[in-house]
T-cell receptor, first 112, second 116 residues
Framework: GNSVTQMEGPVTLSEEAFLTINCTYT??????LFWYVQYPGEGLQLLLK?????DKGSNKGFEATYRKETTSFHLEKGSVQVSDSAVYFC???????????FGGGTRVLVKP | GAVVSQHPSWVICKSGTSVKIECRSL??????MFWYRQFPKQSLMLMAT?????????EQGVEKDKFLINHASLTLSTLTVTSAHPEDSSFYIC????????????FGPGTRLTVL
């Protein structure tokens, strides 16, 4: 079956530091890959996505590239802000409108 | 963007009672909605797929008689936790996919259930 594995947190960083959150997946076929973010007290929001190999998703300074050869979709941001403190979830979906399989989530805390 | 709401945002109930959680798509229609459960500091676990006008599809290990799902209209799905027990205490989240045919899903803010 499908599965998503992401690095455990919490990850604590100073402002302007570089952030990487690793995500690898197992799936048959060619899933779409997503990063969702959950800010404190809020629901999940789509951060970025990629629908095929070598696609790069980007939003709000975050980037992730769909690597089929390594089955990975690592999230990166070059300079984090305190407002980036949140829980980040990597997920995969097999088709439009289909259910998502989530990774365990990574809590990120950015200190001033 | 599309908005999904949940009501209530939090609820406390006594053991043995039933609790109903509503999930609404506010500005779009959703023939399908998903219900997730999130344990503290853990990921989302898909419980079931709610289908408008037909029976819900439950994931393996989820008791359909305990977690009743009704998708009565194109904008409303309800999850009823029947005969709730303390181990049912959790954060319940719904989502609805974008009907435009993309693979985007919109998530509700979640409902925190505490069973005493």
């Amino acid at each position: 079956g499908n599965s998503v594995t992401q690095m455990e947190g919490p990850v604590t960083l100073s402002e302007e530091a570089f952030l990487t959150i690793n995500c690898t997946y197992t799936a048959t076929g060619y899933p779409s890959l997503f990063w969702y973010v959950q800010y404190p007290g809020e629901g999940l929001q789509l951060l970025l996505k990629a629908t095929k190999a070598d696609d790069k998703g980007s939003n709000k300074g975050f980037e992730a590239t769909y690597r089929k050869e390594t089955t990975s979709f690592h999230l990166e941001k070059g300079s984090v802000q305190v407002s980036d403190s949140a829980v980040y979830f990597c997920a995969l979906g097999k088709a439009a409108g289909n259910k998502l399989t989530f990774g365990g989530g990574t809590r990120v805390l950015v200190k001033p | 963007g599309a908005v999904v709401s949940q009501h209530p945002s939090w609820v406390i109930c006594k053991s043995g009672t039933s609790v109903k959680i509503e999930c609404r798509s506010l500005d779009f229609q959703a023939t399908t909605m998903f219900w997730y459960r999130q344990f503290p500091k853990q990921s989302l676990m898909l419980m079931a797929t709610s289908n408008e006008g037909s029976k819900a599809t439950y994931e393996q290990g989820v008791e359909k008689d305990k977690f009743l799902i009704n998708h009565a209209s194109l904008t409303l799905s309800t999850l009823t936790v029947t005969s709730a027990h303390p181990e049912d205490s959790s954060f319940y989240i719904c989502s609805a996919p974008d009907l435009a045919g993309t693979d985007t899903q919109y998530f509700g803010p979640g409902t925190r259930l505490t069973v005493l």
